[in-house]
């Protein structure tokens, strides 16, 4: 079983965009059921980043 840091590590860009508009695309069928607007991917990029400052570097990634 590969460890977190070998899974990122093997994985680029592509999964991670792929996986936010999946992500989003969920998203937004739950808020089309409950009559709220779909959330943009601005807004989506805006939120990633938002969390991304309390996310821990990995250790292969120095000081990035």
Request: proline residues 3%; charged residues 20%; aromatic residues 6%.
């Amino acid at each position: 079983m590969a460890t977190r840091d070998e899974l990122y590590q093997k994985f680029g860009p592509k999964l991670m965009e792929a996986l936010a508009l999946v992500i989003m695309d969920e998203i937004n069928i739950l808020r089309e059921q409950h009559s709220l607007p779909a959330r943009t991917a601005g807004q989506i990029v805006d939120a990633i980043d938002t969390k991304l400052q309390n996310v821990t570097n990995f250790s292969w990634m120095g000081n990035q």
